[in-house]
């Protein structure tokens, strides 16, 4: 092509492109032949030498559609600033004709409006973009590189052209169109989405800001147009809309439908956002929508939350707390409620059966069990086991099971750790209905749950401890692999040193089995045959909670046998000494007097009465006191128990005034008691061996008062303990730290952490600084 060809006249050039720019925004076809002479009559002009063109000296370098170009060479000769201007103003004409047409609609005709001539000016402003590529990639961007920040490609030019000449005056009643149709949705009128959809394309559309980095793109797209012009009278068209329907449909309806409305309102904005609005809305709609219906409304919302958990309707408690949480810490107060409702509830329910429990295991831990298990569902069911209304119950579970009607009637918050323990040897003890009836493993664990809630586990340890001994003793537990389970849920729970003893137990009965067989060896190689068939289980005294019985005088029968079994392990165990504990002892007789031959299971207590029948039919009481050294009280027992059974007969007690309210204390010591001879029994073994009521509640209150005692020398210990390693420290900081220590064992009480401290420095562990009274030294 020759120099002359490339001088290319502007007026030229417009008068043919303006007719394929009319074709296009008219809308009308256009074959790709002509498509492609627009893109070159650009082309051909751009590249013209006019007579005075733009140059720029130097070789310095600049960057065009993200290469770089030396400004000696086509960069330089690159024309188009008089093009550009002719395209923007022939837009700024039309776009002035588009205009004057929608001034004056309203409604869905300006909306429909907008979107048709929106739809076909953004596709008609690419087709131009397209067959004007050249000048956006070599004089548009050399003219932004220069400095020049109102130079924009010809797609954006005719978006900002838009904006001005048509978005700014229509604007205002095309946005309340908008918000007019939203509104008409809400009150569940069907409307045309597609023309908020095309609105809100041509607002987000137009947002654009100028990059300020040297790249290929001079543009990049904001929501500021979105924001300013729709999202924020969107946003407060949604709050005035919502604050008015919850003020009314609440007066209408309950909270519970009010719920229901708000979530299927919540549902709604989603699909909303989600059909024809910004993604970027989605959070500020929902979270001013949850202030409206939700956040205002918590009042109400608490207040129904009371009344669905009275009426058990968890699941609209579910749908409550699944709103109530969409509200930073609003479900503090919902946790405080559930809490409440819980304690309330266990202490009604406990007081309904306060008469039978406070002396019935079963019913009183049962009851706890079921309480835990209707709300452990509910915390499940309605809150997800979310952790802070799982702590809600626990705290609730603690304060009911430590300090109910039936805790208060005993006078003591131990009576509780008193009814566990006691129900878990029902369960462990031959015979109990619970063990053919159901998983001990499962009753256990449940144990384990009213267990964690008890504050005093060292009385729980105390009556654990006492009957499992007993159990061990009479060879009365159900299993030994289930008393091994539940010490071992009690060792996971608080430790070794919490089972210690009972492991030790364990352990000397099967020392037991093992030193009964070398005794068997012993007489048998030492020719001992004076022997009556024995069984011995030798127990170490500081593992066992058993106390000396009182003596009497051995009978003929038992005498060889106790003194060869002592020479036995006196002579096996220099320095030991062993103390018969004939209160857990028991033994078997046979009956001669009568024509049936009886079995008779008896105690050690019973048996030496009734063998001295076997010298005289006929005791009185006094003689039979002299001649066994028994204690007058368990005497007089132990008689009344042979008395009831019929196999001891008193002349001076007419039969029929033998029933359950005859005490011992009826039978006087002058009284004839002598063995009746015609004695008969559908059964041919007779347990006579039943626990004295008298001793029983001995052992209760034996318990109990050694408790407080016990705990004191605890308390001690865990002083001494921690000042050891610490050397000094502060008063306060001492008892904080004991408190936290023996929480998992009991309460301490701070008068009684105080007396134990003044105890220790009187025994010389402890002193208080000369200079800081406050502070307490340990004294090695």
Wanted: hydrophobic share 35%.
């Amino acid at each position: 092509m020759s120099q002359t060809n490339r001088h290319v006249k502007l007026d030229e050039v417009w008068a043919n492109l303006l007719d394929g720019i009319n074709h296009v925004y008219q809308f009308q076809g256009m074959k790709k032949p002509a498509y492609m002479l627009l893109y070159t009559h650009v082309y051909d002009y751009c590249i013209s030498n006019p007579n005075q063109p733009r140059t720029v000296t130097g070789n310095s370098r600049v960057h065009i559609g993200g290469l770089s170009r030396s400004n000696g060479q086509d960069g330089a000769n690159i024309v188009g600033g008089e093009l550009y201007n002719k395209l923007k103003n022939y837009l700024k004409d039309y776009l002035k004709d588009v205009c004057q047409s929608g001034t004056d609609l309203q409604g869905e005709g300006v909306l429909r409006f907008y979107t048709n001539r929106w739809e076909k000016y953004q596709f008609s402003s690419k087709v131009m973009n397209d067959f004007c590529s050249y000048i956006n990639r070599h004089w548009v961007q050399r003219e932004f590189n220069s400095g020049r920040k109102d130079i924009y490609d010809i797609y954006t030019m005719a978006m900002d052209s838009w904006q001005k000449v048509v978005f700014q005056p229509l604007h205002k009643q095309v946005t309340h169109a908008c918000l007019d149709l939203i509104k008409s949705e809400r009150n569940n009128e069907i409307i045309n989405t597609r023309l908020i959809s095309g609105v809100i394309q041509s607002y987000v559309a137009l947002g654009f800001t100028e990059e300020l980095t040297n790249s290929s793109h001079i543009t990049s797209p904001t929501l500021t147009i979105y924001k300013d012009y729709f999202e924020l009278y969107f946003l407060h068209d949604t709050e005035q809309f919502y604050r008015l329907e919850a003020a009314t449909f609440l007066v209408h309806n309950s909270v519970t439908e009010y719920l229901k409305k708000v979530a299927t309102r919540l549902d709604e904005e989603v699909h909303r956002v989600q059909s024809y609005l910004h993604p970027s809305t989605l959070s500020l709609l929902i979270k001013k929508v949850e202030e409206v219906l939700i956040r205002d409304q918590l009042d109400a919302i608490y207040t129904e939350a009371k009344k669905l958990l009275r009426d058990e309707r968890y699941q609209d408690l579910a749908l409550l707390f699944k709103l109530t949480n969409r509200i930073p810490n609003a479900t503090n107060e919902l946790k405080k409620i559930v809490e409440n409702h819980i304690y309330e509830m266990g202490i009604n329910t406990i007081e309904r059966v306060s008469g039978t429990a406070i002396n019935d295991p079963k019913v009183y831990i049962e009851t706890i069990i079921d309480i835990h298990k209707k709300f452990l569902k509910l915390v499940q069911e309605s809150f997800n086991g979310e952790q802070g209304f799982t702590a809600a119950l626990d705290k609730a579970c603690g304060k009911f099971i430590n300090n109910n009607v039936v805790t208060q009637s005993a006078g003591s918050t131990t009576k509780s750790p008193e009814l566990l323990a006691r129900y878990c040897d029902a369960l462990l003890r031959k015979g109990s209905k619970a063990v053919e009836e159901t998983d001990l493993e499962e009753k256990f664990n449940q144990i384990m749950i009213v267990f964690n809630y008890i504050e005093d586990k060292d009385v729980y340890q105390k009556f654990y401890s006492k009957m499992l001994a007993k159990r061990l003793v009479g060879q009365l537990s159900a299993s030994d692999d289930y008393e091994e389970s539940m010490i071992s849920k009690l060792k996971q729970a608080c430790g070794f040193e919490y089972t210690s003893k009972l492991q030790r137990m364990f352990q000397d009965i099967g020392v037991s089995k093992t030193l009964l067989t070398e005794y068997e060896k012993y007489c048998e190689n030492n020719s001992i045959t004076d022997t009556i068939d024995f069984t011995v289980m030798v127990l170490s005294s500081n593992s066992w909670p058993f106390s000396g019985s009182s003596n009497f005088v051995i009978p003929l029968e038992l005498k060889s046998t106790f003194n060869s079994f002592t020479e036995f392990y006196t002579h096996r165990h220099n320095g030991r000494k062993l103390t018969w504990l004939h209160q857990h002892s028991k033994g078997e007789l046979q009956t001669y007097f009568t024509t049936q031959k009886y079995i008779l299971q008896v105690s050690t207590y019973q048996m030496v009465v009734l063998l001295l029948f076997n010298k005289v039919l006929t005791w009185t009481v006094e003689r039979l006191q002299d001649e066994t050294q028994i204690k007058s009280e368990l005497l007089l027992q132990v008689i009344l128990g042979l008395l009831k059974s019929k196999l001891l007969l008193c002349t001076d007690i007419n039969e029929d005034e033998i029933d359950e309210d005859f005490k011992e204390s009826d039978i006087k010591t002058h009284y004839s008691i002598r063995l009746s001879t015609d004695f008969r029994s559908k059964k041919l073994r007779i347990n006579l061996n039943v626990p004295l009521k008298s001793v029983e509640q001995k052992d209760i209150e034996g318990v109990h008062r050694t408790i407080d005692e016990d705990r004191k020398m605890v308390i001690q210990a865990a002083i001494v303990r921690i000042m050891k390693a610490r050397q000094t420290l502060k008063h306060a900081l001492l008892m904080q730290e004991v408190i936290q220590q023996l929480s998992s064992r009991f309460r301490p009480k701070i008068p009684v952490i105080k007396k134990c401290i003044d105890v220790l420095i009187e025994k010389e562990y402890l002193e208080r600084q000369s200079n800081e009274k406050d502070v307490l030294r340990y004294l090695a």
